[in-house]
Nanobody, 125 residues
């Protein structure tokens, strides 16, 4: 069955870095756009970054532009989110999600039909 498993979360200091991985199984990643979303305590879930199925389009929310980089390795069925210069406000559970085949919504959560269980990122000194 379709599964998305996030890993790489943990504790980082302000200004530090983490790399999140989203490993897919049960389907071939090549035909699917993948997004990273996050939800902080007491806040709504928000889109962070998404990459199109053909890898030609990337979306970054304003608050992560210049700090986060999304990439995909279809051979490893994995999408990464490199997070640099982390800030305390980046603290959240990070989820990856998949759209339908051969579609790209530009990080619309409503367009995602499968979600991982999330990985916690805590940024604190």
């Amino acid at each position: 069955q379709v599964q998305l498993v996030e890993s790489g979360g943990g504790l980082a200091q302000p200004g530090g870095s983490l790399r999140l991985s989203c490993t897919a199984s049960g389907f071939t990643l090549d035909d699917y756009s993948i997004g990273w979303f996050r939800q902080a305590p007491g806040k709504e879930r928000e889109g962070v970054s998404c990459v199109s199925w053909h890898d030609r389009l990337r979306y970054y929310k304003n608050f992560v532009k210049g700090r986060f980089t999304i990439s995909r390795d279809n051979a490893k069925n994995t999408v990464y989110l490199q997070m640099n210069n982390l800030k305390p406000e980046d603290t959240a559970v990070y989820y990856c999600a998949r759209e339908g085949p051969l579609s790209y919504s530009g990080c619309n959560a409503g367009a995602m039909n499968y979600w991982g269980k999330g990985t916690l990122v805590t940024v604190s000194s």
